[in-house]
């Protein structure tokens, strides 16, 4: 059983329209790529049929991954969230102790994760880190090439 996300509506409604996108417009451009293929003749020596098949393939599980994120997903109440805590959906501003650098950052699902517009992952080790801290604590983050401090600065909702 796959573990419940959290999304924003708009979130959501992205995945829903993704895979509205692959169901309705590129599933059955894949069937007729399978066959126009099978029209070619010998199937045993037909690489274009075995790339349409493998392009199917990959489609199908695309579409199952989101089927199955869909039916875990849960829209936030944002209303609800508790502010003095960093939780899902909660921006962040933040200081790294070593350098002095402030950063800010929202929370999000995985699949809505875009560092280019200061969107990180709950699953992320810096996600992971910030969660149930609060205003002044310092969040130890184990990163790759060490560990990383960071001071919890501000907490607030968009």
């Known amino acids: 059983m796959s573990k419940v996300s959290y999304y924003t509506a708009e979130g959501l409604k992205k995945l829903r329209d993704e895979l509205n996108q692959l169901k309705d417009i590129e599933r059955p451009k894949a069937s007729q790529d399978i066959a126009e293929a099978r029209d070619k003749g010998d199937l045993s020596e037909n690489a274009e049929y075995d790339a349409a098949k493998e392009a199917q393939g990959m489609l199908e599980m695309r ?14 109440d944002e209303s609800q969230l508790d502010v003095s805590k960093v939780l899902v959906h909660s921006t962040v501003k933040i200081k790294n102790v070593t350098n002095g650098m402030e950063m800010n950052y929202k929370l999000v699902a995985q699949s809505e994760a875009d560092l280019k517009t200061g969107k990180i992952s709950v699953d992320s080790p810096i996600g992971k880190g910030l969660l149930g801290k609060e205003v002044g604590d310092l969040a130890e983050i184990q990163v790759p090439n060490g560990t990383m401090k960071f001071e919890i600065i501000e907490i607030s909702r968009d």
């Open 63 to 76: 579409i199952a991954r989101l089927e199955d994120t869909l039916a875990n997903a849960r829209i936030i």
